[in-house]
């Protein structure tokens, strides 16, 4: 250890846990160990392990070798984490052992929620340990006093870094320790992560060096997963047509247990959740809630106290909750349709038993038959450890933009300085000299395009070369869009005589007309006005109407998920059955009616079903690897038998395949062609394919709004969204036209290709297909895999009560043998 001999209070810690009848884990205490010796690392550790104390406890022990002497105020630990709720629980989990340990060290929290008088206190008398989330550090590190503030900065903890990596938010989280640790290189930095791919790319990425301590948690979390099915499964599934009909199943689960968290995937389905619970259970009016992001911070927080205090028995919820806040009387979790992903269900499994060595209980719903396969595969990849990686991001210079003005609004920014900082990190480690003096050069002048526009000089260059910020409406305006998290443009909604509920999105209330009634927060209102970009609402006693939507991002299936998806069906095709998994066994009818009609794939083999109706000719095609890559294929192949034919398409997918709707057939021999597949000029066919500019021109809104080349408003004065994407829209027209080459332009266009195309994945898909056989049947009629696709088209053109009455004079017809 350092020089300080540490023992006497290692063993008071030892002395704390034995009181509270507490086991002190074999990875606790060689975090301990590792931290009082100076060292930087990973702890690489389970929900509900007992993480948080594995990583204070070692510096409160330091604060205690001081005898708690309170010299000038400034901050000892920083304590970064990704989600507001998880700093208040911190905070409490951090001043509860500092009290009871005797450490006189103030723990506090700064975010957006932070009141003006307590910003106002902790900067007059900052606290030993700060929890903080990476918006609310760069907003630090933009006050002039920053070098005071962070001048006895000891250490750095990263909490959940798992979900920061591969974001923006992961970049300036990088970003930020790299100018601190250049501030005081002795400082010590740790990370806590659950099980990613790419741990040691993680580390890097966090800004570990190679000699770092990785601890990895020796527990087994015990996860106990139970898919409910139902009595009797169709052959011809489609999206939803399960899930609420398995609503009395979910209401006896939820009866017999404690609490229950039920997740959803978008904030929609947890309304809908809560309407049809209340009609299926009414005894548990009173008793359940609704939480997710675009609820007013007063509701999130009573929810999450009665989660707390164990007076809430469910809770329906989105991944606002995903994360580590300690909701210890949770005592199952309930899934509604496929995660999509296996980290994200191992998360959502570990909001219950969240206490060491208990089992996590966790019901799988599927919302149609095919998704009982996704159960199955989710099993499996927990078994193997074969969990999803997130690749860290390149060089984003929108990001680096950002940053520079935070320096420049501080105490200002060297650029050669930053240069090393940032040649130093893993994310722009490639970043070379020309880059960043376009980036201090659009900054100071706005470019070769914005030259002559005075708000683009943003930066001014004092004699010494140092970047400075000196207008005070600049640099406000930067403050106020410190952050990279960005969402269609939000409307307060508010009782005409009454509180804030919470928020929903531009787009939809678009749609809204006076005296409309839509469900939000788990009631019927009805629409009044809008004025101000608020929703005046009140109460309604309708039962029927339209759901709030958000456009959220779509949850893909991993790649990992998908393999296992394709593996599973090879299994069924040559298994007799017998051994098969109970949830497999209940698809058996279904899939042997998927082998009657047409067939069944295994992994080497790309089914291709080409059916007649009155419709036209639909193709469909199965690859099977998830929606996200199907969008881009789609596209893609239409594309290239567009080059070989005249013929156009309608195009429909979801994560098993895509149908390709024409007026015509597409010969069989054209599938066969080799270079139909081909990964050459990939990414030259997919521009030409989709329409890449109009896509990059969306994107480019995002990149513009980090870059600070939009201005999204000020509190209570925000602009709509139609006019910040026609403010972006034509910054990027008039790049487009006049700087092609312009680097903000070339990003745009390679974020959409790499996250929105996945061109890379998409890359390998091609290769297995060319690789592998392709099956061409020609069913009479749609098959259990070709109906969901087809159901997912009709869903976009028709209402609810339309699509349900053609789905089922469809299903009768199908299933007349």
């Known amino acids: 250890m350092q020089d300080r001999d540490y023992a006497p209070l290692l063993k008071h810690l030892d002395a704390w846990f034995h009181n509270r009848k507490w086991e002190v884990f074999d990875f606790q205490r060689a975090c301990w160990n590792a931290v009082l010796e100076g060292n930087d690392g990973l702890l690489n550790a389970p929900t509900g392990s007992g993480k948080t104390l594995a990583m204070w406890l070692p510096f409160a022990v330091k604060a205690l070798s001081e005898h708690n002497q309170r010299t000038k105020p400034a901050i000892r630990l920083l304590w970064i984490t990704p989600l507001r709720a998880l700093a208040r629980d911190t905070e409490l989990a951090l001043q509860q052992s500092a009290r009871e340990l005797g450490v006189s060290w103030q723990v ?29 550090l760069h907003l630090l590190l933009s006050q002039a006093d920053y070098p005071t503030l962070f001048s006895r900065l000891d250490g750095i903890i990263v909490d959940e870094w798992h979900e ?3 974001t923006k938010r992961g970049v300036q989280t990088e970003l930020a320790i790299a100018h601190l640790r250049a501030m005081r290189p002795a400082l010590q930095l740790w990370g806590i992560s659950a099980t990613i791919g790419n741990m040691e790319e993680s580390a890097r990425t966090l800004g570990l060096k190679p000699a770092a301590v990785v601890i990895k948690a020796d527990i087994q979390k015990n996860i106990a997963v139970h898919t409910l099915l139902p009595e009797h499964i169709d052959q011809f599934p489609w999206a939803g047509h399960i899930g609420l009909k398995l609503a009395p199943r979910v209401a006896e689960i939820v009866r017999e247990s404690t609490t229950t968290l039920l997740f959803t995937n978008t904030r929609s389905m947890t309304e809908i959740w809560y309407q049809h619970l209340l009609d299926a259970a009414p005894d548990l009016a009173g008793r359940m809630a609704i939480h997710h992001s675009s609820l007013s911070q007063d509701i ?34 309930i899934q509604v349709g496929s995660p999509k992903g296996v980290a994200r269900f191992m998360q959502r499994a570990g909001r219950s038993g969240h206490q060491p060595g208990a089992t996590s209980t966790i019901y799988f719903l599927p919302t149609h038959a095919l998704e009982i396969l996704d159960s199955v595969a989710l099993q499996r990849a927990m078994k193997t450890d074969q969990i999803e990686s997130r690749p860290a991001l390149h060089k984003p210079l929108d990001v680096l933009l950002q940053f520079i003005c935070t320096l420049a609004t501080g105490a200002g920014c060297e650029p050669e300085e930053l240069f090393n900082q940032l040649r130093g990190t893993h994310t722009y480690r490639e970043l070379t000299s020309e880059e960043l003096n376009w980036a201090v050069a659009f900054l100071t002048n706005g470019g070769s395009v914005l030259q002559h526009y005075e708000e683009y000089s943003r930066v001014k260059r004092a004699e010494n070369g140092t970047l400075h910020i000196v207008d005070r409406r600049t640099a406000m305006r930067h403050r106020l869009s410190i952050g990279t998290i960005l969402s269609d443009t939000s409307l307060s909604v508010r009782f005409v005589k009454g509180g804030r509920i919470g928020s929903v999105e531009e787009s939809f209330i678009a749609r809204l007309k006076p ?20 929703v005046y609402v009140r109460k309604s006693g309708a039962t029927k109407g339209a759901v709030s939507r958000w456009m959220g991002g779509r949850m893909q299936l991993s790649s990992q998920l998908a ?43 790309l089914l291709i079903e080409q059916i007649r109706t009155r419709e036209g000719w639909h193709h469909f095609v199965f690859p099977l690897d998830g929606r996200a890559v ?4 789609s596209s893609l192949i239409a594309w290239r038998i567009g080059q070989k034919m005249p013929i156009s398409f309608s195009i429909a997918m979801n994560d098993y395949g895509f149908e390709l709707l024409s007026d015509q057939p597409v010969p069989p021999e054209l599938f066969h062609e080799p270079d139909l597949f081909r990964t050459e ?34 509190p209570g004065k925000k602009l709509q969204n139609r006019h910040l994407q026609a403010n972006s829209g034509l910054l990027f027209d008039v790049f487009e036209k006049y700087e092609p080459e312009n680097r903000l332009i070339l990003q745009s266009y390679a974020e959409i290709m790499q996250s929105q195309i996945e061109t890379q994945r998409l890359a390998n898909t091609l290769e297995r297909i060319r690789n592998g056989t392709i099956i061409i049947t020609n069913p009479e009629r749609f098959t259990p895999f070709s109906f969901p696709i087809m159901v997912d088209r009709l869903r976009s053109k028709l209402s609810s009560e339309k699509l349900e009455d053609r789905i089922r004079k469809m299903y009768t017809k199908l299933t007349a043998d």
């Open 164 to 166: 920061l990596m591969g």
């Open 630 to 633: 199907h969008e881009g294929l």
């Open 108 to 136: 506090a929290r700064r975010t957006g929620d932070s009141s003006a008088a307590d910003k106002a206190r902790m900067r007059k008398s900052p606290p030993e340990v700060l929890i903080t989330t990476p918006e609310t």
């Open 300 to 333: 999130r927080n009573w929810v999450e106290k009665a989660l707390h205090d164990g007076e809430l028995q469910l809770v329906i919820c989105t991944s606002s909750l995903d994360l580590g806040v300690d909701f210890a009387p949770v005592e199952t979790v």
């Open 515 to 534: 005296g409309d009634i839509f469900l939000f927060a788990g009631r019927y209102l009805e629409f009044v006005r809008l004025k101000d970009l608020t």
């Open 563 to 605: 393999h296992h998806i394709r593996v599973l069906l090879q299994e069924i095709s040559e298994s007799d059955h017998i051994h098969l998994d109970t949830e497999l066994q209940a698809m058996i009818p279904l899939l042997h009616k998927q082998s009657e009609r047409s067939h069944l794939p295994t992994q080497q083999e």
């Open 681 to 714: 000029d990939l990414e030259h066919d997919i521009r030409s394919a989709i329409n890449a500019s109009e896509m990059a021109k969306r994107h480019f809104r995002e990149i513009a709004r980090i870059a600070g080349l939009i201005f999204q408003g000020y």
